[in-house]
């Protein structure tokens, strides 16, 4: 008899699962991503803060803000007056608070996940971004509470596989050999190569990032058979998260094989849990398609070198025909102007607060306007339209008698939203004058001794290095309702001008609109 000595093949597979396992955890850039997806993830549309959480988180990074910004003004979202959108705000007003969280996760995965494969990494993250529309879908169609989440669920339901792309491109090109010769799914070729699922592999990595167990049971497989309606909203997310990965597996065929039978068998499979017919699947699919490619264009561009055109006159699209002819109220590229003056002030100040005005007089216009998101908005526009490094808005606490700062953006914002608070009894201060007196302060130099003379304890104690600063009183029928605050470290020896103080003023009367009773 002969012995052969050596590792056997399950041996093999369990030497690569172990070697992939201990590059994802020695990886540097995954516990950041992770802690930076999970504090997006944990943003649910459901709570009231959550267009200010969601959007105080994009404005701290800057590539992931001229992102969202520059997605809002494709064409495909863009507002009917053609003016560019400026700010995260009304971004999220604009394309609604999920598909601007979809795009944030997106684009952190792209930032956290380029590696040397980047052609396969960026086919696996447009899949997931497909699979995340999908699932963006079918929520709408859903009577389950927050089924939006379904959005991200299908955004995860790929993770596993870009995982193995990222961390050992061998068995990632091993796998996909297997699975194209159709004998063999990718999940089962994936077990023959690692011993494990892509599911599984994801799952270990989310629950380490504290991912709500609601998305990372979501992940597990569907048994084989049709799929039922689902009894509970977690079946549902499931079962959505499944449908998701299959549909954008179809998506990514066409054009390449006849595509009818994977059709038919995704409505065997998936029609009734989902009410799904042929005409309502081809419709849900070719939504799906093209919103992935506007998207894939526009987040994912860096990963690969476009396509060079082919050697004939191509037609002209509709949204070419439609850019050529849109009435611009601004020229977005001057809008993107980075010079600034010593105080930090954009040069093209005036520009800014115009395009602020026009957003903010959209989203009044709308008739479904929030007065917290409105307040968002405006304070977005005075940040980046006047070069401000906080700004807040404080509003009154009847009960605890104390104008309290409620939302706030930029440096350090939170630690200085928490102390930014203030007794309703008259004072003779700053604030207290501006909003008794209902006028608008415009602090260039706050070292002016009639001006220091005005600044309360608290506010020296809590800003002790603003240099310039701006009050705006939100007062309602003689009563005041609060104000805007927002500073400088700097003195703004530039002042404002004219033009520029009445665009200050409209946005704060765009606000007092939605204040006033009716």
């Known amino acids: 008899m002969v012995v052969k000595f050596g590792m056997t093949d399950g041996d093999s597979v369990a030497v690569r699962r172990k070697q992939l396992l201990q590059k994802i955890q020695e990886d540097p850039a995954l516990p950041a991503l992770g802690v930076a997806v999970s504090q997006v993830v944990q943003i649910a549309s459901s709570t009231n803060e959550a267009v200010h959480s969601l959007a105080n988180f994009i404005l701290s990074d800057v590539a992931l803000t001229q992102k969202v910004l520059s997605m809002a003004n494709t064409v495909g979202y863009r507002t009917a007056s053609g003016a560019p959108v400026t700010t995260i705000s009304k971004a999220i007003f604009l394309l609604g608070f999920d598909a601007v969280r979809t795009i944030a996760l997106t684009m952190l995965l792209v ?33 389950f509470k927050d089924a939006e989440e379904a959005s991200v669920v299908g955004l995860f339901k790929n993770f596993g596989r870009l995982l193995v792309v990222m961390h050992d491109e061998a068995s990632y090109d091993e796998i996909m050999a297997l699975s194209a010769t159709g004998a063999t799914s990718p999940t089962q ?9 892509f599911d599984s592999l994801a799952e270990s990595v989310l629950r380490q990032w504290q991912i709500p167990l609601t998305i990372v049971k979501a992940l597990a497989p569907l048994p084989a058979g049709v799929v039922k309606v689902a009894a509970t909203r977690q079946e549902w997310l499931q079962q959505a998260a499944a449908f998701s990965a299959d549909a954008v597996i179809l998506l990514s065929q066409v054009g390449k094989v006849d595509t009818g039978l994977m059709m038919r068998n995704l409505l065997a499979r998936y029609g009734v849990a989902f009410d799904l017919d ?13 919103e992935t490619q506007t998207l894939t264009n526009t987040i994912c561009p860096l990963m690969l070198p476009a396509a060079a055109p082919e050697p004939e006159i191509a037609e002209l699209s509709a949204d070419a025909v439609l850019d050529e002819f849109l009435l611009k109220t601004a020229d977005s590229q001057m809008l993107q102007n980075d010079l600034r003056h010593p105080s930090g002030k954009p040069v093209n100040a005036r520009d800014l607060l ?51 700062a409620r939302i706030s953006l930029g440096e350090d914002h939170q630690r200085r939203q928490d102390g930014f608070a203030f007794p309703v009894a008259a004072s003779r201060d700053v604030f207290h004058l501006a909003m008794q007196n209902d006028v608008d302060v415009l602090i260039a130099d706050a070292a002016v001794p009639n001006v220091r003379a005005l600044l309360p304890d608290w506010h020296t104690r809590l800003l002790p290095d603003a240099k310039s600063f701006i009050v705006l009183p939100l007062v309602v029928q003689k ?34 609109t939605v204040l006033m009773p009716r």
Do not use: W
């Open 278 to 290: 042929n005409a309502a699947l081809s419709e849900l699919l070719a939504r799906v398609a093209e």
């Open 354 to 404: 115009l395009a602020g005005v026009q957003d903010a007089t959209e989203m009044v216009a709308s008739g479904r306007c929030k007065v917290n998101d409105l307040i968002m908005l405006v304070l977005e526009t005075l940040y980046h339209g006047m070069g401000f490094r906080f700004a807040t808005a404080c509003i009154k606490d009847v009960k605890a008698q104390q104008f309290r």
């Open 479 to 512: 009563q005041p309702f609060g104000l805007l605050y927002a500073d400088r470290a700097c003195v703004a020896a530039e002042g404002v001008p004219p033009d520029e103080a009445a665009l200050i003023k409209t946005l704060k009367a765009q606000i007092m």
């Open 111 to 143: 930032e956290g996940m380029t590696g040397k494969s980047a052609r396969s990494v960026r086919m696996e993250l447009v899949q997931s971004l497909g699979a995340s529309l999908v699932g963006r879908e079918l929520a709408r169609r859903s009577t």
């Open 189 to 197: 070729a994936a077990m023959q190569v690692l011993g494990c699922g």
